[in-house]
């Protein structure tokens, strides 16, 4: 999730994977899939920086994670 202000000043946080486009003219508009709009604060190239910021830390996370002997991700199950 990232974190952006509304216009009033309150913040809250938004799932950057669900956001369509981003609009500025002149405010930053946030344009979700579902068509949901939130006009923030931030500028365009600042919520670019907070995604780009936010995907980089769920890859370090993930590349930190141990490795168990045996044990494999998968989202196909094996065939029985």
Request: aromatic share 4%; hydrophobic share 50%.
């Given at each position: 999730?990232?974190?952006?202000?509304r216009?009033?000043?309150?913040?809250?946080?938004?799932n950057?994977?669900?956001?369509e486009?981003?609009?500025?003219?002149?405010d930053?508009?946030?344009?979700?899939?579902?068509?949901t709009?939130?006009?923030?604060?931030?500028?365009?190239?600042?919520?670019?920086?907070?995604?780009a910021?936010?995907?980089?830390?769920?890859?370090?996370?993930?590349?930190?994670?141990?490795?168990?002997?045996?044990?494999?991700?998968?989202?196909?199950?094996?065939?029985e």
């Open positions: 999730m990232i974190v952006v202000t216009l009033n000043g309150s913040r809250f946080a938004v950057p994977d669900l956001i486009r981003i609009q500025e003219n002149p930053t508009t946030l344009v979700m899939i579902e068509g709009t939130y006009v923030v604060r931030e500028s365009l190239l600042d919520v670019i920086d907070l995604i910021r936010y995907k980089a830390h769920v890859l370090a996370t993930a590349r930190a994670l141990p490795v168990v002997e045996g044990q494999h991700l998968t989202v196909v199950p094996d065939p």
